[in-house]
Structure formats: C-alpha cells, structure tokens
C-alpha cells in the first residue's frame, strides 16, 4: 500500500508560479514511476506529466517548457514545478504512484489561475 498526500495548490494569477508536492509512504517510493494528474471542471482527468524510477519524464503537451516534474527518493516526495501557469491550468491536481498492477492516488489539490 502507498499513501499519497499533495500540497502546494493554491490561487495564482496568470503569468505565476506554484510548485506541487506529493510525498508517498507505506511502500518503497523509489521503485515507483510517478505521475501528475489534473481534472478541470467537467473534464476528463488527464495526464500532466509523469517520471520514471528511472528518472525518464514525459509531459503532456499543454504543458511542456513550462511545467517540469522531479523526484527527491530521499524525501519519498515528487514535485510539479509550474511556471508561466494559464487560466487554463486550472484543475485539481493528483499524484499518481503505479508498480506493474498497483497504482494509488491522492487527494488532490486545487491550482487556480485567476487575476
């Protein structure tokens, strides 16, 4: 079992930034890729960007030169850095853990973008 618990949303005006974290217990983080998630209002969730335990990352293309995901092993935490963020970006965003047949999700956390 992995637990997921997200922080850093929060109100920003378009042009700011925010940087998301989603620290993993219960299980060995490093073995995990990890992945960020958003869901708008009346949308589908969607994928962000994710990491691999390899350290191999991937974005969605909405999102590319400005959103940069990381992962500190030590910290059993991975952060969504998010800069020049749009009205767009508005979303609650998840941590996703998945091994083979296993994958957990947060709580989510809201972002929004707004002046």
């Known amino acids: 079992q992995v637990q997921l618990v997200e922080s850093g949303g929060g109100l920003v005006q378009p042009g700011g930034s925010l940087r998301l974290s989603c620290v993993a217990s219960?299980?060995?983080?490093?073995?995990?890729?990890m992945d960020w998630y958003r869901q708008a209002p009346g949308k589908q969730r969607e994928l962000v960007a994710g990491i691999t335990r390899l350290r191999n990352t991937n974005y969605a293309d909405s999102v590319k030169g400005r959103f940069t995901i990381s992962r500190d092993n030590a910290k059993n935490t991975v952060y969504l850095q998010m800069n020049s963020l749009k009205p767009e970006d508005t979303a609650i965003y998840y941590c996703?853990?998945?091994?083979?047949?296993?994958?957990?999700w947060g709580q989510g956390t809201q972002v929004t973008v707004s002046s």
């Open positions: 996703n853990a998945h091994l083979s047949t296993q994958n957990y």
């Open positions: 219960g299980s060995i983080f490093s073995r995990y890729d």
